[in-house]
């Protein structure tokens, strides 16, 4: 009986809307099981529906059908399904055939249409998810993937243009960039990933997108997704072009974060940032301490947390938008400059100015209009800065007690109000009173700490140079300190000493002086004496592991002699010095090399045998299918079914085998029966010659053996049934 599985043939194909190849569904469908996989049949009944949406005149031949109620296990259902959906599809491509609808439709894929491609996109190329999630915790390379939702909630807020260039730095396996170059008028969109896995199956989304896309017939812009590092040189200038980049910085440590922010320092005005954690506070300030910080040069904000749109938490993930704006730099230092100008109300004045003019309540607002103070960020600058204004004080002091002076003389009345600069409105009255001297808490500790340097109270309390630097300080010598310079050198026969070296010397004394008072304290001594004896508890821990360590270092060289000795032995190795060693060395080395190469050579001969094999066995098997099927095949069997069909032949095998076992035996059954009446016979050939009997006829299986009673051909007759009998054996045997 002809073997034949009809579920082997049956098969579910949905015509394209466009002029793109049909897609096919092996029967059964895939049932999705667990959340990384996707059920055949839903798919199917989406795909419809969408189409349905796009194209009216389609969904209004399929409003009997409810999708909801579709039996997907059903074949007859789903086949009846499917063909009246490419009847459809055929008809309305038939009627728009010459006009030009079809171009009207290639738009970009609506959000609903997007979402669908990007999942299944996902689904197929994405064979083994698994793999993903194999990366080094707590690392750069750390994997997560962002939502579709909130990917389109970002292209909403931003407002992409067709001018626009958008990257993704790390963008995995490239869904990111897919989506924003079918949903946007994006001028090209970047994806640049460093892991292998991610990349490899970025490859096969790039492939499985655009077969989604030809197949709705739906259009999409410029992409690339680029495997190698984001943060190498080759990638700095893309980055630059960029004017909207998205990154998920989440996992990326702290020298990460500083490149990129280094890369972003050179984007250009209006560039925006999406992250997922901000580069700079959201109540970012600047002043003169965090002017070389990127958050000077942008704005940042909170964009709306969604739920689930990351891979790794179901919880709501705040995501920050930054946008490059160079004028907040410029407006900073602008307002440094027109401080004083009378004109706004002191926004510009940086913290250092505001505590100056705290501390120097007593001077008058025509002193600060004069002064055009830009900030000062040197401790030179500031003693000037300083200087200037305690003279100018001085200055303002002095005039106000002659101007005192002589309005008592003229009994004059003092003003009650003092105008501002700039011609503003009145102000407090202001009681004439000397100014207050000018005190600055940074120059006096400065000054306290220089003059506790020179005293003897310093010694031993400084703390010792840096490395590659050399101890200079000031020194307090006693009595007046007169500087006088020698008029001719030292001479070793002078009795008077030098004033230097009398201070150099002053200073040794009093060090070992206060060294001698330490040195007769009983603290000195018991602390001398434990020194001592932690140093020798030291130094017999330190002989003890010495001593460890040489012995093992022994036994590990002779242990490692033995081992080399052995194994030399083992490879017929016999050498007495190191140079006939490293010869033998470098011939196992190239043997080893050449045992390789053979060993890829006859490997690459094993997998020709083996593909060939494998067409060999195929062909057979297509040849026993189109024989139980009798008719021609045009696809490749699955191995399930190609397993059950040389099953199937293989038991027919054996059938005939059993068939041909039963007719050898019926063969030597007759063979002996015809054996047996030849001895007969014979025996009466016999008897009849000595009783001279007349012949008669046999009858044996219905054949007739006639008798003759002629002695003589009784031999010939006997030789005749050997070699019959022998040409039956051989036959039965073949």
Known sequence: MAFHNPEIFKDLKLHSPSDAEPFVYKWPLSVGIGPDKHDSGLEIIETVRLVCEDIPEIKSSMEDISLTELDTNDYDTMKNFCDRFNKAIDSIKSLEKGTSLPVKRYTLPSRSMLRHIVQQVYNYAVSEPEKLNQYEPFSPEVYGETSFDFIS?????????EDDVFIDLGSGVGQVVLQVAASTRCKVCIGIE?????????????????????????KYGDYQLIKGDFLADEHREKIMAASVVFVNNFAFGPNVDHQLKERFADLKDGAKIVSSKSFCPLNFRITDRNLSDIGTIMHVKEMAPLKGSVSWTGKPVSYYLHTIDRTKLENYFQGLKTKGNGNGDGNGKSRRSRDYNKQTSGSTSESDDDVDYTGTTTRKAWTEFSKARSSQSEDETLNDKNKKKLAKAKRIPAPKKVAKAGGGGGGR??????????????????????IFSTSDQ????????????????????????????????????????PYGLKILLDV????????????KSSAFKENLHRQIESEKEKNKRLLNRTGQLEKQIKVLVEDSVVLLKARMQELGINTSSQNDLLCKAKEIVG?????????????????????????????????????????????ELASKDSHD??????????????????????????????????????????????NNVAPTNIYVSGNIYKQSTNTPNIAPQQANTKSSKKNHKQVFEG
């Open 153 to 161: 909630q970002m292209v909403d807020e931003i407002n992409v243009t």
């Open 194 to 218: 460093k892991a292998d896995v991610p990349s490899r199956y970025a490859d096969n989304m790039n492939e499985m997108f655009r077969v989604w896309m030809r197949w709705f017939g739906k």
């Open 429 to 450: 009255i202001k009681k004439t009173k000397h100014k207050r001297q000018l005190k600055i808490a940074g120059l006096d500790l400065l000054h306290s700490q220089t």
């Open 458 to 497: 310093a010694i031993g309390i400084r703390l010792p140079p840096a490395a590659g630097c050399v101890d200079e300080h000031l020194t307090n010598y006693a009595g007046t300190m007169i500087h006088e310079e020698v008029d001719e050198p030292l001479v070793q026969n002078s009795n008077e000493i």
């Open 508 to 519: 040794y004394k009093t060090q070992f002086m206060s060294f001698l008072e330490s040195m």
């Open 591 to 635: 043997k080893h090399k050449e045992l390789q190469i053979m060993a890829n050579k006859i490997q690459a001969q094993v997998n020709t045998l083996e593909e060939e094999h494998n067409n060999i066995l195929a062909g057979h098997v297509k040849k026993i299918a189109e024989k139980h099927s009798k008719q021609s095949m045009d696809f």
């Open 645 to 690: 069909l040389v099953l199937k032949e293989i038991e027919n095998t054996f059938i005939q085998r059993k068939n041909l076992r039963n007719k050898i035996s019926s063969l030597e059954a007759e063979l002996a029966l015809i054996e047996k009446t030849n001895e007969e016979r014979k025996q009466s050939n016999n008897n009849s010659a000595a």
